[in-house]
């Protein structure tokens, strides 16, 4: 609780009386019924109806201080504030509290004392109470218009005070502000208004954070499986070149070692055996048998080419003997037959049952040397043969 302004403390004192044996000595007051005053504050005096005011340089013993009936302690603070309420109805069943604040500054206190001002507000509150105007100001409004009541109560305050100004003896005042104060059941309404803006506010945060993360968390759900379809995507790509290169380095090196193959066999089928049994792809049962296909397969060639060397010679022995080259030329006509049909068609050789033997019509037969049959190739054949020739010749 505050202290009153100005006067602070205010009590009686009781008579003071005689000290020593048979009250010889002077009287004296003790230090315990003096109230304790503060750097700002002194004592007044009241003695005999009048009032003498403590300079602080006096002793428990001097007169006023003996003979005083009473003491004030005042407070010299300059510009004190002082503050007055002031309820004022409403056009609700409550009321407007118009706050009044003043400065205060006390300039004689033995004249505050005597003139009994004890505490400004009241004698500033009984001013203020006389301007009936003031009680009127919010008889118009709702307790939610307290704004429009702070413009007019200061206005009308601040109207009063300066045409009709406050003067108390002793002490200067002076008007400082004019406020109203929110009415409790407003600030009530309006602070649990306030908390329910803020939960809807805080609601509507949480779920639009909730909505953001929602999408961020689905975009990012989106983008990470658009990478790893990229990823996918790439990967495959990646695994068709790679195959498509090795499909293409694969058929490079099958036409390299195709190419160091044919340098090194050739055309010769014996080779290309030998290689493959040697890279392990042909047995030698496979070996054998390639080797003996082809044995048989150059003897073939060259009974081939032997019947027709045989046959070229024999072609030129019979242009020779037709165009008569054998009469006027000494050529060895035995040498040139047995040339013409080898030794087997002449018989002086051992029989070949695989040569081949050359008919009338240029054709290839096999020699039995068994059969019975004439040979066309004998000699007394060629001889008939050689003879119709030179016939046809001379004819």
């Keep these: 609780m505050s202290k009153p302004y100005p006067v602070v403390v205010q009590r009686p004192l009781a008579q003071t009386r005689k000290r020593g044996p048979l009250g010889l000595l002077p009287r004296k007051r003790e230090a315990h019924e003096l109230p304790t005053v503060s750097a700002h504050e002194v004592m007044v005096y009241r003695v005999d109806g009048k009032y003498h005011l403590d300079t602080g340089q006096g002793r428990l013993s001097d007169q006023p201080v003996v003979e005083a009936s009473h003491v004030s302690v005042v407070d010299l603070r300059r510009n004190t504030p002082v503050t007055v309420l002031l309820p004022i109805p409403s056009a609700e069943a409550s009321e407007f509290t118009v706050e009044v604040t003043f400065v205060c500054t006390v300039t ?131 695994d068709q070149t790679n195959e498509l290169l090795l499909e293409q380095e694969r058929r490079e090196f099958a036409l390299r070692a195709a190419r160091l193959t044919k340098e090194q066999v050739g055309d010769s089928p014996t080779e290309a055996a030998h290689l493959a049994h040697a890279a392990g792809s042909l047995d030698p049962l496979e070996l054998m048998r390639v080797l003996q296909q082809e044995e048989g397969n150059q003897r073939a060639a060259r009974r081939l080419r032997e019947a027709r060397d045989a046959e070229v010679r024999r072609e030129l022995l019979i242009n020779l003997i037709k165009e008569g080259h054998t009469a006027h030329t000494n050529i060895d006509v035995g040498s040139l037959i047995q040339e013409a049909v080898g030794a087997q068609a002449l018989g002086t050789g051992p029989a070949d049952p695989e040569a081949p033997a050359i008919g009338p019509a240029a054709r290839r037969t096999t020699v039995d040397p068994n059969e019975d049959e004439p040979d066309e190739f004998a000699p007394e054949s060629l001889d008939e043969s050689i003879k119709g020739l030179r016939e046809e010749d001379d004819y």
Excluded: C
Aim: hydrophobic letters at 35%; zero cysteines.
């Design 108 to 238: 004689d206190p033995v004249e505050i004392v005597a003139e009994g001002l004890t505490d400004a507000g009241l004698a500033l509150r009984a001013h203020l109470r006389k301007h009936r105007q003031i009680f009127e100001l919010g008889l118009d409004h709702r307790l939610k218009d307290v704004n429009t009541v702070r413009r007019n109560a200061s206005a009308q305050v601040f109207a009063y005070i300066t045409e009709r100004p406050l003067r108390l003896d002793g002490m200067t005042v002076e008007l400082e502000s004019v406020q109203v104060r929110t009415p409790e059941v407003l600030s009530d309404f309006e602070e649990q208004r306030r908390t329910q803006e803020f939960d809807h506010a805080l609601a509507f945060e949480r779920q639009r954070q909730s909505h953001t993360l929602g999408s961020q968390r689905q975009q990012y759900e989106q983008d990470l499986d658009e990478r790893e379809r990229d990823h996918r995507h790439g990967a495959s790509t990646a």
